[in-house]
């Protein structure tokens, strides 16, 4: 099976350990909406920055119980700003910040992994 995994940028590295042992991959992980826009992109692939907004506020409601228009608007800010530029830059999504669209690049099986279950480790 040939198949294709996300390397850090700027690595010729193949095998998972070293895609581990990058330092960026883990600064990427280490913001709670960067986790879960990639948990969500894993069952989209795509979608939209307002698309995301929403889900993210979902998300937060869980949490929260309740999230204030002002709220959404300062996430949609963060994620333009600072949580989507991290994650192009580690090189696990493609951002259209014209267009304002996101798409999961290709990740390795273990990769998903370890994004689903710093997810789940929220709420252990």
Known sequence: MNERMWTPPNSAASDVPNRFADNGFFRALAAQ???RTLAYLLSTEQCSVDDLVDVLCGWETVDTRMVSPDRAEQLDIELIHVHLPALEQA???DYDSAGREVALKPLA???KRLIQQSVEAEHA
Request: charged residues 35%; positive net charge; proline residues 11%.
């Open 33 to 35: 909406p960067r986790r």
């Open 91 to 93: 090189g696990l999504i």
């Open 109 to 111: 099986e273990s990769v």
